[in-house]
């Protein structure tokens, strides 16, 4: 499967644990997004990447909230302190170049925070 | 800040009925505009897209959407639905000028509901 690609796709923990997703793009794509989904709601802007540079962050994105991309392919989302506001649905897509819009989704991964 | 507003949270609509999807966006400067469908546990996927040129464009699954800059507009319509439509639509637009064309802003979704 050349898709992209979100590990895990279900995570449940306890308030206060710390969790870290991980997205692997497609190859030839240099940006990838992050976004959060709630129920009931449209995808959210969370951050996105350059090739390794984190070029924006999304005002909520608060400092529990890390993302890296290391060697500009994979990235991971670290959430700290998770609190029961943080369960939603986290998105990761990605594009080649500038192509406007057609970013190419992961299926999500899922957290739930008890 | 570019947004776009999904009138409808749901659509029932029975098997092979027309059927049409609301979008509205707030601009006053030129814009894209986009149609993503997510189907049951699946992810977003584009569905179309219009950048310039030719006011109706036409998507995948026999999906089509009409840019009206008057109304400022960008219903999704579908002549005869399937019961594999069914899924959650949304639409969406990036910043404008910014050249993050891909960074968007998404809609609150519109539930298509599709039955026999």
């Known amino acids: 499967d050349t898709g992209v690609s979100q590990d895990p796709r279900h ?6 644990q710390n969790v870290t997703f991980r997205c692997d793009p497609i190859s030839e794509h240099n940006r990838l997004y992050w976004y959060r989904q709630t129920l009931g709601q449209g995808p959210e802007f969370l951050t996105y990447f350059q090739n390794e540079a984190q070029l924006e962050k999304s005002r909520l994105l608060s400092d529990r909230f890390s993302a890296e991309r ?5 990235s991971t989302l670290e959430i700290q302190r998770t609190e029961q506001g943080d369960s939603a649905m986290y998105l990761c897509a990605s594009v080649a170049g500038n192509t406007a819009g057609e970013l190419f989704f992961g299926e999500g991964s899922r957290l739930t925070v008890l | 800040a570019q947004s776009v507003t ?25 814009v894209y505009l986009f149609w993503y469908v997510q189907y049951p546990n699946q992810g977003l996927q584009l569905l179309l897209k219009y950048l310039s040129g030719s006011t109706l464009v036409k998507g995948i699954n026999g999906f089509e959407a009409e ?4 109304q400022t507009s960008f219903h999704l319509r579908k002549p005869s639905v399937h019961i594999s ?3 959650e639509y949304f639409c969406a637009v990036p910043p404008p000028n910014t050249g993050t064309a891909s960074k968007l802003t998404f809609g609150t979704g519109t539930r298509l509901q599709v039955t026999l």
């Open chain 1, 11 to 16: 995570k449940i923990t306890k308030r206060g």
């Open chain 1, 70 to 74: 290391p060697k500009g392919s994979f």
């Open chain 2, 6 to 30: 999904q009138l409808d949270s749901q659509v029932p609509v029975f098997e092979e009925a027309p059927v049409e999807l609301r979008c509205n966006y707030s601009s006053s400067v030129s």
């Open chain 2, 67 to 70: 840019f009206n800059k008057s």
């Open chain 2, 85 to 87: 439509d069914t899924a």
